[in-house]
């Protein structure tokens, strides 16, 4: 917005248009996201409770599994409520300062889940080609500084993208193509030079997403090459097994998040905008609802410890009655 002496202030308020072009059918959209949501919040909440509750679980690679369910469901929390409101409710208006903190923490949180994962597959290494050492290199005192610094690395990193938003002049329009504050989107409607917050995006993306990936890589090449090395097939097969969930979820987070890179930066004008925001919220919702079903079915102790509380629940009920 335009003032006196060639000074700017910033809008107001935006406008989140939800997914342009498919605005009839918001409603229709609505279903599978609230679906979905209820479902990342009922299988995170359990499987949180579940590892804090049996003692069995207490060993590093479900603290991580853990800490990676409650960055999904702070994740999705922070811009799916916001989504159905635009749907159900056609409540599309948002603070020029809400905008900016759900900008913060929708990239904090995806970077902390980036580094969860990485922390993971630095799990199932260490588990994998050190199992001797497995309890003494990963005591809870370094999965806990782990944690703290993978948190730190995603805050600090995006801490500045409210700042370069808010440096920016909007003097046109104040309707953002999405259904929540994803900063791309945000910084296009600027009336002057993005260049400092593309590259500055651009930095972060290699500080966390390829850093993250290469480390990831490289923790599965030393993993395939030991489990190649072992001479029993049934061994090679149970090593094997306790990476496949940890996989999916990796395949999960990043595609999505690739395609939503990709098309922001270079393919805006090829790729229809409401394919690429429902790909955008299906990268923040998608994880958070596949993963407990995910490591529940392919981890056997998850599912073990899930049977086991509910037939005591259903014994505990029955003595009751």
């Known amino acids: 917005m335009l003032v006196s002496n060639n000074s700017w202030v ?7 248009n939800g997914i342009p072009g498919l605005e009839r059918v918001h409603v229709w959209i609505s279903v599978p996201f609230c679906t979905m949501y209820i479902i990342s919040l009922l299988g995170n909440l359990g499987l ?10 207490h060993h590093p690679m479900y603290f991580f599994l853990a800490m990676l369910s409650l960055v999904d469901l702070f994740t999705c929390t922070t811009t799916l409520p916001n989504a159905l409101c635009i749907f159900w409710f056609n409540l599309k208006e948002i603070n020029f300062s809400a905008c900016l903190v759900q900008m913060f923490f929708v990239h904090g949180f995806t970077g902390v889940e980036s580094g969860v ?10 588990a994998i080609c050190y199992p001797l050492r497995y ?26 993208f409210p700042f370069l938003v808010k440096r920016l002049p909007f003097c046109q329009s104040n309707i953002i193509s ?3 504050c994803d900063h791309m989107s945000v910084v296009k409607l600027s009336c002057s030079s993005i260049k400092v917050n593309v590259i500055y995006g651009l930095m972060v993306a290699l500080l966390i997403g390829v850093f993250d990936i290469c480390c990831i890589s490289v923790s599965y090449t030393m993993i395939l090459r030991a489990v190649v090395s ?3 097939a049934d061994a090679r097969q149970k090593a094997f097994s306790t990476c496949t969930a940890h996989i999916s979820a990796i395949i999960v987070t990043y595609v999505p998040a690739f395609f939503t890179f990709f098309t922001h930066r270079f393919g805006g004008h090829t790729i ?8 955008a919220n299906l990268y923040l919702l998608l994880p958070p609802t596949l993963n407990p079903i995910v490591y529940g079915v392919k981890t056997k102790q998850i599912r073990d410890n899930v049977i086991k509380l509910f037939q005591g629940e259903k014994g505990a009920s029955t003595r009751d009655n």
């Open 117 to 126: 994962l990485m922390l993971m597959a630095l799990d199932r290494y260490v």
């Open 272 to 279: 229809p905008s409401s394919l690429h925001i429902i790909v």
């Open 230 to 232: 072992l001479s029993s």
């Open 10 to 16: 910033p809008p107001k308020y935006f406008i989140l």
């Open 48 to 57: 949180v409770y579940l590892i804090h509750h049996e003692e069995s679980l």
């Open 178 to 180: 999405h259904t929540y």
């Open 135 to 160: 309890a003494t290199i990963l005591t809870n005192s370094i999965i806990a500084k782990a944690g703290l610094v993978t948190f730190l690395r995603g805050a600090l990193l995006m801490i500045p």
